[in-house]
């Protein structure tokens, strides 16, 4: 007869050996078998970095290599050209996805543990998405090292990638249905095998053998679903202990341990109690709560990942850049700027560049929320994760990887979600504080029942535990919140920070500014008056080279670069440029900036209400008007009836001519406006209004807007303006539509609904489980039962569509209000 040989397992994954004593590590004073030279590399790195209790302390066979490499990989800058962001000299930003997270402790735990890591800036972690967005400083720690902070609490960390989320997303979910299956049967089978006892309930109907016989099969039903799939239970409450922190975990696996230790020793016994009943069916109700709300985490987090999940992951590098054929296919991360690609039709933007050579069309909807296909031809910029739509393009690469626009506006997205608005702040607070409420109001339960039915004293305390867990009041906002956040990015709003929808949901008033907001800000010259010995030409020329120092919209009208020496240039905002010129100090902006220079009142200029006016002038007198136009956007003026319909207050705040702010206004229907302002001026307009108890919301474009785009309670910025502006706001329009502005609204006040609606369930239905546990009047299947049903309806409000609600006009008919600051 031949004897079986056993395969050993390594020691590392667990999985087979196949080629027994070729891959060794020593591990815990022993030579370990390993099935292959990755798992060799990894045990011998996690003992080399001194975390050898690791294999002491884990539930669970540890990761393959492919999902656990060396931490030292992830220092490589070729390879943190992908994920990493280099937002100074020596500051670092990244996004990590969090493996083996399990409630939002865990979460809390990770957070805390990071921001002690010395060099580590900024640690925000979204709960719904189970991602953290890093900031730390390069010259004090590494990546590897903060990757290794995490491990060394029992969790994993990796950069985030969508394939790698992928593949983990499976791995849980297929992990999760199978404890959820292996529960739900054993709960059922025990089910049937108790419902004789429950009819029976003492008459003595049943006899004591098969009663007996139904409590082995009980025993042997139960027994599966305790090593399987109460492992997440008692891995979290292992953990636990070793951190020396009690969670709600802890004292669940307990009551599970304590009530199967009881039940398997009365039907050893044949006399006493047996509760295999209620811990299966408990166990499956609690699996079944954490898996609806991980799907509705991962529908959530999918929401907001579409712009990383559809930049294209190969692009085709052209070997020689005169020969469209020479091409070479490599990793879209290992591109630099000035690399030659071509990108066939069909096929998406692997990087942001500029076409050198072809004609199509690319669709950027992506980016912008506007499906309408925008024309490319030599010269024009390309942005990554677009689309070609119909002929192949070469195009010159100007950033790759980490550093294109659809990267950063993600990171900005990613950080704004995985950041905390005040209401989540406090909800995490009231959370934190129902817990210890919890673990004293169960530990009280367990004494006092001990003296009245020591039997029942464990389930009591258990039933509290469980049905006034705090996972729906955790649940209640970031859910929502991240699914506005995908919602607004699809629109072509990205939200840069997360105070924004709170603050968009209260806002009263809101502050537009004119030139390239409620305008294109593209001016174009339409008339020169000349004033001075200086021909147009000559005026034409002073006024491009005073300008070339400034990024203004209506410097742009004079064309880019200086054609005369200039020195001492002076910009002042809202005002105009001041420089020299060949000896002679000139000056170009408004009447009243030149006025000062030209010790004269600006000559008598004709123009129409839609004219800017931009004068010119030197220390001997005037030279030139020049009058420009603004094209005025189509939807303007759907935009000022949107949000006049919503109940805002409008206000047109801008430091054009107030006779030209004053016409635009009242063509808009605005009532309230002021023109000549300077950015002091529109800063202390927006003071004013907050001082009279007014939420203020302010949508501009330019420089001179930032200073009161950060003193609003919440503002908006327009993509194409200027980077100022775009880093003091909350919102930024990515496209040109500003019906997106409208229905930003909208998003914020539907997702703040659902949010207090949320709070409201959970806190009402906490209130009342806490004391019906505490009791005795539901056991710890029925407080499983009320907890996941709890959840469940917080997680189904919360993924129900955040459709902006049909708002009806309620502004009153205040008469027009106007204020001028020339």
């Known amino acids: 007869m031949r004897r079986a040989v056993l395969t050993p397992a390594c020691y590392h994954c667990g999985l087979a050996v196949a080629e027994p004593g070729r891959y060794r590590a020593r591990v815990l004073g022993a030579e370990r078998e390993m099935c292959c030279a990755g798992c060799q590399a990894v045990a011998r790195t996690i003992v080399a970095a001194g975390f050898e209790r690791y294999y002491e302390t884990r539930s669970e066979a540890g990761p393959q290599p492919q999902d656990l490499p060396p931490l030292e990989a992830y220092d490589d800058p070729l390879a943190q050209k992908e994920f990493v962001a280099a937002s100074g000299e020596n500051l670092r930003e990244a996004a990590l996805i969090l493996d083996r997270i399990r409630c939002a402790a865990c979460l809390w735990l990770s957070e805390q543990w990071l921001r002690q890591v010395p060099g580590v800036l900024r640690v925000e972690i979204n709960y719904a998405t189970h991602r953290a967005h890093v ?45 959820l299956f292996v529960a739900g049967f054993g709960a059922m089978q025990v089910m049937m095998y108790a419902f004789p006892a429950y009819l029976d309930a003492g008459a003595g109907t049943l006899s004591a053998a098969s009663e007996q016989l139904m409590r082995w099969a009980s025993l042997a039903l139960t027994t599966p679903v305790m090593l399987i799939s109460c492992r997440p239970f008692f891995g979290a409450a292992w953990g636990e202990l070793r951190r020396r922190r009690i969670g709600l975990d802890t004292p669940i696996a307990f009551g599970l341990a304590a009530g199967f230790g009881a039940s398997a020793w009365a039907t050893f016994a044949g006399r006493g109690e047996v509760y295999f009943d209620s811990i299966t069916m408990l166990v499956f109700l609690l699996l079944g709560a954490r898996f609806i709300e991980a799907s509705a985490r991962r529908r959530a987090a999918r929401e907001l990942d579409h712009l990383a999940r559809w930049m294209p992951s190969f692009a085709l590098r052209l070997r020689d850049p005169a020969d469209a054929a020479s091409v070479e296919r490599v990793p879209a991360h290992r591109l630099a700027a000035g690399d030659r690609v071509l990108v066939p039709a069909g096929e998406r933007v692997p990087a942001d560049g500029v076409v050198e050579r072809g004609d199509s069309s690319a669709d950027e909807s992506l980016l912008s929320g506007e499906s309408r296909p925008v024309a490319k031809a030599a010269g024009a910029a390309l942005v990554g994760g677009s689309a070609n739509l119909e002929q192949p393009l070469v195009m010159r690469v100007t950033r790759a990887g980490a550093e294109t626009q659809a990267a950063a506006i993600a990171r900005l997205v990613e950080r704004a979600a995985a950041g905390k608005p005040k209401l989540v702040e406090r909800a995490d607070w009231l959370a934190r504080r129902l817990t210890l409420a919890v673990l004293v109001v169960a530990a009280g339960a367990f004494l006092w029942w001990l003296g009245i039915a020591p039997a029942r004293a464990p389930w009591v305390a258990v039933a509290v535990l469980v049905a006034t867990c705090p996972c729906a009041l955790a649940l209640a906002a970031p859910i929502v919140l991240t699914r506005a956040s995908a919602l607004l990015l699809a629109r072509g709003i990205a939200l840069t920070r997360p105070r924004a929808l709170e603050a968009l949901e209260r806002a009263t008033d809101v502050v537009l500014d004119k030139t390239g907001t409620l305008t294109r800000g593209r001016f174009a010259i339409v008339r020169v008056a000349v004033f001075g010995a200086a021909d147009e030409a000559r005026c034409r020329a002073l006024a491009r080279s005073l300008e070339a120092s400034s990024r203004h919209p209506i410097a742009l009208a004079f064309g880019k670069g200086a054609t005369e020496a200039v020195s001492q240039p002076r910009n002042f905002p809202g005002h105009g440029v001041e420089a020299t010129i060949g000896g002679r100090r000139m000056r170009i902006g408004s009447a009243a900036f030149c006025a000062e220079l030209a010790a004269d009142a600006p000559p008598t200029l004709e123009t129409s209400q839609e004219q800017t006016r931009v004068f010119l002038a030197d220390e001997r007198g005037w030279l030139a008007a020049f009058l420009l136009e603004d094209e005025l956007r189509e939807d303007a003026a759907e935009l000022v009836a949107a949000l006049a319909a919503r109940g805002l207050r409008l206000h047109l705040v801008s430091g054009d001519d107030p006779a030209l702010v004053e016409a635009l206004a009242r063509r808009l229907g605005i009532e309230s406006f002021a023109g000549g302002a300077t950015p002091q001026d529109k800063f202390a307009f927006a003071e004013r209004l907050q001082r009279g108890g007014r939420v203020v919301a302010m949508i501009g474009d330019g420089m001179n807007d930032a200073p009161v785009l950060a003193r609003s309670d919440v503002s908006i910025a327009m993509g194409g303006g200027a980077d100022a502006a775009k880093r003091q706001a909350d919102l930024v329009l990515l496209g040109e539509r500003l019906g997106a502005v409208a229905q930003a609204f909208g998003t914020a006040r539907a997702a703040m609904r659902v949010v207090w609606q949320n709070f409201g369930w959970a806190l009402a239905y906490n209130a009342a489980a806490l004391p019906l546990a505490a009791v005795g009047w539901i056991g710890p299947w029925q407080a499983a039962l009320g907890m996941s049903a709890s959840s469940f309806v917080v997680v189904l409000n919360a993924m129900r569509p955040l459709a902006p609600p049909s708002w009806k006009a309620s502004t009153s008919s205040s008469r027009s209000r106007s204020y001028s600051y020339s």
Do not use: F, M, N, T
Not at 142 to 156: C, E, F, M, T, V
């Open 135 to 179: 900031a730390w400083d390069a010259r004090r720690v590494k990546l590897s090292g903060i990757l290794q902070a995490i491990r060394a609490i029992g969790y994993d960390a990796y950069p985030y990638d969508p394939r790698r989320q992928d593949e983990l997303e499976r791995r849980e979910r297929r992990s999760a249905l199978w404890g």
